[in-house]
C-alpha cells in the first residue's frame, strides 16, 4: 500500500517545490537597476559618484556615470542616491586599540588594516596632514 503512495507523494513534493520556486523567482525583479550616489571602486581606491548599477539575473551587467549608463525598460530602479555602496562584503573587524606585539595578540599576527595603519602612523608625514 505504501508503494501505491509513493507516485503521489513525489507529484505533490514537486508541485510543492516548483511553487516555492515560483514564488523566489516572483519576488526577484529580473533586471535591477541601483543608483548609487556613492560607489566605492575597490580596484582604482576611488570614490565614484552619482553611479548606476544594472543587474540582470543576479549578475551585474553595467557599472557606470548615471549620464552614460541606459536604464532598460521594465527594471526595478533601488534609489540608493543618497547612501554609499559597497562592493560584496567587506572583512571590518579589527582591533585597531590593541597592540599586536603584546599576549595574547602576538600569537596572532598582525591583520593587513593594522600593518597598513602602522605604516601609516610611522611614516615621516605630520600628523596634522592626517586629520
Known amino acids: 500500500m505504501t508503494h501505491?503512495?509513493?507516485?503521489?507523494?513525489?507529484?505533490?513534493?514537486?508541485?510543492?517545490?516548483?511553487?516555492v520556486a515560483s514564488t523566489h523567482a516572483a519576488d526577484v525583479a529580473p533586471l535591477q537597476v541601483i543608483?548609487?550616489?556613492?560607489?566605492?571602486?575597490?580596484?582604482?581606491?576611488?570614490?565614484?559618484?552619482?553611479?548606476?548599477?544594472?543587474?540582470?539575473?543576479d549578475q551585474i551587467r553595467e557599472v557606470g556615470p548615471a549620464g552614460s549608463v541606459t536604464v532598460p525598460a521594465g527594471a526595478k530602479v533601488i534609489d540608493l542616491s543618497g547612501s554609499t555602496v559597497l562592493p560584496g562584503l567587506i572583512d571590518t573587524h579589527t582591533h585597531l586599540t590593541s597592540d599586536p606585539?603584546?599576549?595574547?595578540?602576538?600569537?596572532?599576527?598582525?591583520?593587513?588594516p593594522r600593518a597598513a595603519l602602522k605604516l601609516v602612523s610611522s611614516s615621516e608625514m605630520p600628523r596634522e596632514s592626517m586629520a
Open 101 to 112: 606585539t603584546t599576549p595574547p595578540y602576538h600569537n596572532f599576527g598582525i591583520s593587513i
Open 4 to 19: 501505491r503512495r509513493a507516485p503521489a507523494r513525489l507529484a505533490l513534493s514537486a508541485i510543492a517545490m516548483l511553487a
Open 35 to 57: 543608483k548609487a550616489g556613492r560607489l566605492i571602486d575597490v580596484a582604482a581606491g576611488k570614490v565614484l559618484t552619482d553611479q548606476v548599477i544594472v543587474i540582470s539575473n
